[in-house]
């Protein structure tokens, strides 16, 4: 997604994700072990036993009886066990420890945590109650009453600097005399990696999704309705009981008008929508067991919002990005649930096949994830039938859109949408761009796979471009067409977490797009200026939400600019090396900072612990 001045997001969005917890960094320089001790072998693991609190107690050690706990009032980010501080509504501490080794010879360190804060007062700037979060002597996060969220945040710390220790691992709550807070802490985990590239999160699960999908639509495209079917895969050797699927666009609407409305679940049981009715629990009849298939069926219908936006509709132009179901997906640091940002990109899922059948009036144009083919319908109305393999979301658009093709250089097939108002020049240059763009980044990171693409153009988004596989939307604009193409690799191939680490694709992107616009990034670092001490390239959305103004200027610009200082430590053609090895290992997968690093080092001789540290690029 090309940012955009943020004057345009709905104030709601911005009130919710102003909650915003203190973080405090770890000081390394007086932390670390010896040097040999950080050199010897490092044997990847995960160090906090019983992190989901699911087996009993042990070896946690809790205050008091009932802090780990499976009582009703709260609920478990996964599983059926959690620990509750607090929540008494009187002077009250609650205490949650375990000793925890970290392997020395570990060039990465990462403790994670899923939080959910609930609380009665009522004040917007006074911290009755707090949360501690604390390794050994280190303070790594104090949370309180005002970072109360809406379901499960996921908390990460760069813990690196404790490797080769024994330290206690530590969350203290306390509470004043009146109204409570409840600190609701669950699967707490401490992963450690080796200074060569880790190997994949084999656990990442429900694997291998594929999707099929029948909608039908109104006459003006902005109602579909219709079925979805998903089959899935558990690769985790831990039993799958349940799945969720994110209904992303419930966003755009309420709760109690939700614009995604999934009925008659079949293949699992229907539970109770959670994170803003944006994620939908559906438990298994019987668990899987690690390599065994399910699938879930479901009733969907969709109904497209007024305003010109990744899913609105621009008067007789329809947009429909995130709007079929996707399954969430469960990795070592349990779901990841996070909430919708209009900020940025929350959205985090494996490749997955589509086949989406798409019926609708012939007088509308269907531009759509995938390669499509057009059948006639019922009288006076057209069947697309879209199919994509390897993609991570579908997304589609519907109007009386004006089309123009062509072939790009390398073969690839590009098709340009606009809506009224757009000049058939500018339609005929962003074709240009398009050809020119999807070659420059096959050439840089690996061909291009998906067949067709597909740019609609609007001048009214608001929100710049946004990038969906195999398709885009974007303003008259070489540079931000450049750079939503460029996402095609940085996300779309080589995934990521969006919400926890948008730096991944934001600034893999800007920098992509830099590189194919013959632009150097010369000297952009010199003009880095940091707001705090908290303020971090690898920040979350959750940060970037709550300090919107700085998202662009952080993650965007200075992202960028780390690489363009990264390419001048390696070289050009070590680093134009890293990146298309990097993107050929991770085709299909998933990246992680954690994994970059230790991919760019690998390339290089020179030691780059103060390069990621002077140019604030953690985990």
């Given at each position: 997604?090309?940012?955009t001045?943020h004057k345009?997001?709905?104030?709601g969005?911005?009130a919710?994700t102003?909650?915003a917890a203190?973080s405090?960094p770890v000081?390394?320089?007086a932390?670390?072990?010896?040097?040999?001790a950080?050199?010897?072998?490092?044997?990847?693991a995960q160090v906090v036993?019983?992190?989901?609190f699911e087996s009993?107690?042990?070896?946690?050690?809790?205050?008091?009886?009932?802090?780990?706990?499976?009582?009703t009032?709260?609920?478990?980010?996964g599983?059926t066990g959690?620990a509750?501080?607090?929540?008494?509504?009187?002077?009250?501490t609650?205490t949650l420890?375990?000793?925890v080794?970290?392997p020395s010879?570990c060039?990465s360190?990462?403790l994670t945590?899923?939080?959910?804060i609930?609380?009665?007062e009522?004040?917007?700037?006074?911290?009755?109650?707090?949360?501690?979060?604390?390794?050994g002597?280190t303070?790594?996060?104090?949370y309180s009453?005002?970072?109360e969220n809406?379901?499960?945040?996921?908390k990460s710390?760069d813990?690196?600097?404790?490797?080769?220790?024994?330290?206690n691992?530590a969350?203290?709550?306390t509470?004043?005399?009146?109204?409570?807070t409840?600190f609701?802490l669950?699967?707490?985990?401490l992963?450690?990696s080796?200074d060569s590239?880790?190997?994949?999160?084999?656990?990442?699960?429900?694997a291998a999704?594929?999707y099929?999908?029948?909608?039908?639509?109104?006459?003006?495209?902005t109602?579909?309705?219709?079925h979805?079917?998903?089959?899935f895969?558990n690769?985790?050797a831990t039993a799958?009981?349940?799945?969720?699927?994110?209904l992303?666009?419930?966003?755009?609407?309420t709760?109690?008008?939700?614009?995604?409305a999934?009925?008659n679940?079949?293949?699992?049981?229907a539970?109770?929508?959670s994170?803003?009715c944006?994620a939908?629990?559906i438990?298994?009849p019987?668990?899987?067991?690690q390599g065994?298939?399910?699938?879930?069926?479901?009733?969907?219908g969709?109904t497209v919002?007024?305003g010109a936006?990744r899913?609105?509709?621009d008067?007789?132009?329809?947009?429909?990005?995130?709007?079929?179901p996707?399954?969430?997906?469960?990795?070592?640091a349990?779901w990841?649930l996070?909430?919708?940002t209009?900020?940025?990109?929350?959205?985090?899922s494996l490749?997955?096949?589509f086949k989406?059948?798409l019926?609708?009036?012939?007088?509308?144009?269907?531009?759509?994830?995938?390669t499509s083919?057009?059948t006639?319908?019922?009288?006076?109305?057209?069947v697309t039938t879209a199919t994509?393999s390897?993609?991570?979301?579908f997304?589609?658009a519907?109007g009386?859109?004006?089309?123009i093709?062509?072939?790009?250089?390398?073969?690839?097939?590009?098709?340009?949408?606009?809506?009224?108002?757009i000049s058939s020049?500018?339609?005929?240059?962003?074709l240009?761009?398009a050809?020119?763009a999807?070659?420059?980044?096959?050439?840089r990171f690996?061909?291009y796979p998906?067949g067709?693409?597909?740019?609609v153009?609007?001048?009214n988004y608001?929100f710049?471009?946004?990038?969906?596989?195999g398709f885009?939307?974007d303003?008259?604009s070489t540079?931000?067409?450049?750079?939503?193409?460029?996402?095609?690799?940085?996300?779309g191939?080589?995934?990521d977490d969006?919400?926890?680490?948008?730096?991944?694709?934001e600034?893999?992107?800007?920098?992509?797009?830099?590189l194919?616009l013959?632009?150097?990034?010369s000297?952009?670092w010199?003009?880095v200026?940091?707001?705090?001490?908290?303020?971090?390239?690898?920040?979350s959305?959750?940060?970037?939400?709550?300090?919107?103004?700085?998202?662009?200027?952080?993650v965007?610009?200075?992202g960028k600019?780390?690489?363009?200082?990264l390419r001048?430590?390696?070289g050009?053609?070590a680093?134009a090396?890293?990146?298309?090895?990097y993107?050929?290992?991770?085709w299909?997968g998933?990246?992680t900072?954690?994994?970059f690093k230790?991919?760019a080092?690998?390339a290089?001789s020179?030691?780059l612990?103060?390069?990621?540290?002077?140019h604030?690029i953690d985990g």
């Amino acid at each position: 997604m090309r940012s955009t001045p943020h004057k345009a997001l709905a104030a709601g969005a911005l009130a919710v994700t102003a909650l915003a917890a203190v973080s405090l960094p770890v000081t390394p320089a007086a932390a670390l072990p010896p040097t040999a001790a950080r050199a010897a072998a490092c044997t990847p693991a995960q160090v906090v036993t019983n992190g989901g609190f699911e087996s009993g107690t042990s070896p946690w050690t809790q205050s008091s009886t009932g802090v780990i706990t499976t009582r009703t009032g709260q609920s478990a980010h996964g599983g059926t066990g959690f620990a509750w501080l607090d929540g008494v509504g009187s002077t009250h501490t609650d205490t949650l420890s375990q000793s925890v080794t970290i392997p020395s010879g570990c060039a990465s360190a990462t403790l994670t945590f899923w939080l959910h804060i609930d609380t009665a007062e009522t004040t917007s700037s006074t911290a009755y109650d707090k949360l501690t979060a604390k390794i050994g002597g280190t303070t790594l996060a104090t949370y309180s009453n005002l970072d109360e969220n809406t379901g499960y945040l996921r908390k990460s710390f760069d813990v690196s600097a404790f490797a080769g220790q024994t330290v206690n691992l530590a969350f203290t709550g306390t509470e004043d005399s009146s109204l409570q807070t409840s600190f609701v802490l669950d699967d707490v985990a401490l992963d450690t990696s080796g200074d060569s590239t880790p190997p994949a999160d084999s656990a990442r699960t429900p694997a291998a999704p594929s999707y099929t999908v029948s909608l039908s639509s109104n006459t003006s495209g902005t109602v579909w309705t219709g079925h979805e079917s998903a089959t899935f895969t558990n690769a985790s050797a831990t039993a799958l009981g349940e799945v969720y699927l994110r209904l992303w666009d419930n966003y755009h609407g309420t709760c109690s008008a939700m614009p995604i409305a999934v009925s008659n679940v079949t293949g699992g049981t229907a539970g109770s929508l959670s994170v803003d009715c944006t994620a939908l629990q559906i438990t298994l009849p019987t668990p899987l067991a690690q390599g065994q298939s399910a699938t879930i069926g479901f009733d969907l219908g969709i109904t497209v919002p007024s305003g010109a936006d990744r899913f609105g509709h621009d008067g007789a132009f329809d947009f429909i990005g995130n709007a079929l179901p996707v399954l969430a997906v469960k990795d070592a640091a349990g779901w990841h649930l996070d909430p919708y940002t209009n900020n940025g990109e929350s959205f985090y899922s494996l490749a997955a096949d589509f086949k989406v059948t798409l019926d609708h009036p012939t007088s509308l144009l269907v531009p759509a994830t995938g390669t499509s083919t057009d059948t006639p319908g019922s009288s006076g109305r057209t069947v697309t039938t879209a199919t994509a393999s390897k993609v991570r979301d579908f997304a589609w658009a519907a109007g009386p859109f004006t089309k123009i093709s062509g072939t790009s250089a390398a073969g690839t097939a590009v098709n340009v949408y606009t809506v009224s108002g757009i000049s058939s020049s500018d339609a005929q240059s962003m074709l240009t761009t398009a050809k020119s763009a999807v070659d420059a980044h096959a050439a840089r990171f690996g061909a291009y796979p998906y067949g067709e693409l597909d740019a609609v153009i609007d001048n009214n988004y608001w929100f710049g471009g946004m990038e969906y596989p195999g398709f885009v939307l974007d303003l008259v604009s070489t540079t931000a067409l450049t750079h939503e193409i460029g996402h095609q690799w940085w996300y779309g191939i080589v995934g990521d977490d969006e919400y926890n680490s948008p730096w991944l694709d934001e600034a893999f992107t800007d920098y992509s797009t830099d590189l194919a616009l013959n632009k150097t990034g010369s000297n952009c670092w010199n003009s880095v200026s940091w707001a705090s001490s908290a303020e971090k390239i690898t920040n979350s959305m959750a940060y970037w939400d709550a300090h919107s103004s700085r998202y662009s200027t952080v993650v965007y610009g200075y992202g960028k600019c780390a690489l363009h200082d990264l390419r001048r430590v390696l070289g050009d053609s070590a680093m134009a090396k890293l990146l298309k090895d990097y993107a050929g290992s991770h085709w299909y997968g998933v990246s992680t900072t954690a994994e970059f690093k230790a991919a760019a080092q690998a390339a290089t001789s020179t030691d780059l612990t103060s390069f990621w540290t002077s140019h604030r690029i953690d985990g």
